[in-house]
């Protein structure tokens, strides 16, 4: 029986890792599309680059995308790939809607063009709710995005129903809220705090400079949420579903967490900044992931502050590592 093949867009990044680690156990053959660049960020694969295929691939060209496609014939593909740092869409919004809107429809038409049996998965994000109108958010909940991300999310999120409906693709969109790893970029906020606690706690630093303590997020972990896409694909009719725990912390609490976790007052450290607040605040995000209990199975398996306290502990390990080194 020939393993099916998966393709992942954005594999270096910590979902992609985590999925392609994941499709690998259950027997995939795996490709992953990267950007052409003069250096090779592999730090996240490295420990499977030699199982997976990496080919070149841009989301802003859809030539490549169409080659990519027709060279691996894949069975399912994972969009994975944006600009996917809410700050930077504000700075950058034009580029912002050309990888996470934009981008998205030329993969779908790839898909068309090239296989229309493929399977597809795309990553839409709670930041789509914005403001929200209830609480907690399920499939059914409007969206009120309030970055140029989440206006760029909502636009991948409805060309993927739109080409579902036209053009009977098996397109489904995962509704992911906040997951955390200790895979993920420095410049996003939970592992900003967990290294500060880390460098602290060593003498590196002093104080870590954050915005709004009292946002709060559901947060879950990276690894238990690439599980709900993969299931996703295998289910007999494409639907969305909205991926969460269900339980909100504020980011002070994760400061809490993170900081208590090496016993250092965190009041000591943590300095709010202005700077570091939105343009217009996205204040609470809360899944109602009950669909995904049903249809998929699917439950979180870490808590939060188990989460935060696993990041700390290797961002602490990293730091060791780069002393001895």
Known sequence: M???????????????????ELLLQKGYEVVGMVRRSSSEPYERIEQIRDRIRICQGDLLDSVSLIRALEEHRPHEVYNLAAQSFVPTSWSQPLLTGEFTGLGVTRLLEAIRQVDPSIRFYQASSSEMFGQCRESPQNESTPFHPRSP??????????????????????????????????????????????????AIHQGRAKEVRLGNLEARRDWGYAGDYVEAMRRMLQQETPRDYVI???VMHSVREMVEVAFG????????????????????????????????????????EVDFATLVRQMVDADVERLTRTSRA
């Open 149 to 198: 991300y989440g206006v760029a999310k909502v636009y991948g999120h409805w060309i993927t129903v739109n080409y579902r409906e036209s053009y009977g693709l098996f397109a489904a969109s995962g509704i992911l809220f906040n997951h955390e790893s200790q895979r993920r970029g420095l410049e996003f906020v939970s592992r900003k705090i967990t290294h500060a606690a880390a």
């Open 2 to 20: 020939t393993a099916r093949r998966a393709f992942i867009t954005g594999i270096t990044g910590q979902d992609g890792s985590y999925l392609a």
């Open 261 to 300: 976790h090496l016993g250092l007052d965190w009041k000591r450290h943590v300095v709010v900044d202005p700077a570091f607040r939105r343009p217009a605040e996205v204040e609470h995000l809360c899944a109602d992931a009950r669909r995904a209990r049903e249809d998929l199975g699917w439950r979180p």
């Open 244 to 246: 969460g725990t269900g």
